[in-house]
Nanobody, 114 residues
Framework: VQLVESGGGLVQPGGSLRLSCGASVSIGTINAMGWYRQAPGKQRELVAAIKSDDSTRYADSVRGRFTISRDNAKNTVDLQMNSLNFEDTAVYYC?????????WGPGTQVTVSS
């Protein structure tokens, strides 16, 4: 499995971005996928995750602002991020867990700045 993230960039506080994670295999075969982030000097943390049954999980810091979803037609897992603030600045990584693999994408930078 290979993953590629897209959609990062520079946004002002209060703005929105949509990240997309494309997989090299059908996401229907992946047990769980998630978005993580790592800010400078901090540990990588879970942002949101979605399982094959479409159940979701969010970090407390993003619940109500971020939405994770799967698009089987495009074979992507997307992260809609609204009401962004300075603390959301980080490199965002996509992760896929299958029965045999635990794979990370290379990451995409999200910078919230005025």
């Amino acid at each position: 499995v290979q993953l590629v993230e897209s959609g990062g960039g520079l946004v002002q506080p209060g703005g929105s971005l949509r990240l997309s994670c494309g997989a090299s295999v059908s996401i229907g075969t992946i047990n769980a996928m998630g978005w993580y982030r790592q800010a400078p000097g901090k540990q990588r943390e879970l942002v949101a995750a979605i399982k094959s049954d479409d159940s979701t999980r969010y970090a407390d810091s993003v619940r109500g602002r971020f939405t994770i979803s799967r698009d089987n037609a495009k074979n992507t897992v997307d992260l809609q991020m609204n009401s962004l603030n300075f603390e959301d600045t980080a490199v965002y990584y996509c992760r896929a867990i299958t029965t045999t693999d635990d794979v990370w994408g290379p990451g995409t930078q999200v910078t919230v700045s005025s």
